[in-house]
């Protein structure tokens, strides 16, 4: 398997070049967990792994709370499906609070302050209410305990998270709300350490793959023993094939198809098809990822074009289109320019106004 091979492994077992999924709650219990870091790009990445959606559609779903938004596996947000919630935060939420321990010494934030915050979240939103950070920074400061610095609260929320006792509630406008879980997500699945260990390791290979252990410690924030044990449980349900030195685990159960379906992909920032990677060198020429290169290639919104990232894109939003603005690394030749058009006017779909490409 060469480097083209495993990137288009990838985007057909990432939904990218074949879709078959038809609800986000379908995708997030495909991937496990999408990075939500920025949201409006997290519902396009939800998107481009749909039938058919629309960023109404995404957003009534989050609304509704089919997928969560919440602190996992690492320390940043991600959108989660709510049949998931509970055991994906049992297994990773010890790593994602030892590597926020330092913040939570500087801020003077330690179990007795985690107890008092957490029983003041509840106690606010309990009964169905769903409310902004600062309704509940209000709250936490009536409690007793300071909430005045944003870093500070910041860090209270997401140990809520962890804790399990708050998640996201619908947005009101484009302000963010949180609910209990213990609500929003009364009955969802559970599972032992080992099968939930199990779990999040079939699922990343499987929809991710091919992809290494590094790749997967990198992504799960797990640790490498954690990660070795959840290989070795699901092992024998994965092809492992060693590239270059290298092995590389994956599902033997998704053929290849040998024309995706689509070629051309305009990928939003922390889209998983690059940062669900340690090693991206299938789909990203390394100097591109460097400071000195093109280190936004990485971050920003990427142009793929069969696999390998060809650029960035930027949109501009007006009243009735959408500007997308094209940084590609070579000229683009007329057909190749034609595809990315193409998929410049799906995501002026997706949005429901006309996309007009400049650059």
């Known amino acids: 398997m060469k480097n083209s091979d495993i990137a288009h492994a990838r985007l ?49 779903a989050f609304a509704d709370g089919e997928i969560l938004r919440t602190h996992v596996m690492r320390p940043t947000w991600h959108f989660v499906a709510r049949a998931d919630i509970r055991w994906l935060l049992k297994l990773t939420a010890a790593r994602v609070n030892m590597r926020n321990a330092y913040y939570y010494r500087q801020l ?4 007795g302050v985690f107890k008092r ?7 606010a939103l309990r009964g169905g209410k769903q409310l902004t950070r600062e309704s509940l920074r209000i709250a936490v400061q009536r409690s007793g305990v300071a909430a005045d610095d944003l870093l500070r609260f910041i860090h209270i929320l997401a140990r809520a998270e962890l804790d399990g006792v708050i998640c996201s509630g619908a947005r009101v406008g484009r302000q963010f709300t949180y609910a209990l879980l213990a609500e929003r997500a ?15 390791t079939r699922r990343y290979f499987t929809s991710h793959g091919p992809a290494t252990m590094r790749d997967f410690v990198w992504w799960s924030g797990l640790t490498a023993s954690e990660a070795t044990r959840g290989l070795e449980m699901v092992g024998s349900l994965l092809v492992k094939e060693v590239i270059e030195g290298t092995p590389y685990w994956y599902s033997p159960s998704s053929p290849l198809i040998k024309r995706p379906t689509r070629v051309v992909q305009l990928l939003p920032p922390f889209d998983e098809y690059l940062v669900a ?27 793929v074009m069969n696999g390998r990232v060809v650029g960035t894109w930027a949109r501009t939003l007006k009243k ?27 995501y002026g779909a997706f949005l429901g106004l006309n996309a007009v490409v400049a650059g």
Do not use: C
Not at 117 to 123: D, I, R, S
């Open 108 to 111: 003077e934030l330690d179990d």
């Open 320 to 346: 009735q289109k959408v500007i997308i603005t094209l940084a590609p690394f070579a000229p683009f030749s007329k057909p190749e320019t034609r595809v990315v058009a193409d998929a410049a006017q799906r």
């Open 117 to 123: 915050t957490n029983k003041a979240l509840a106690n």
């Open 12 to 60: 057909q077992n990432q939904q990218l070049s074949w879709q078959h999924l038809n609800k986000p709650a379908d995708v997030m219990q495909w991937l496990d967990a999408v990075k939500t870091q920025e949201y409006n790009g997290a519902k396009w990445a939800l998107d481009l792994r749909l039938k058919n959606a629309t960023d109404e559609s995404i957003e009534k």
């Open 186 to 200: 009364p009955e969802t699945r559970t599972l032992t350490p080992d099968e939930s260990l199990a779990e999040l």
């Open 277 to 303: 990677y340690k090693d991206r060198r299938a789909a990203l020429d390394p100097k591109d990822s460097t400071p000195e290169g093109r280190g936004n290639a990485v971050l920003g919104s990427q142009i």
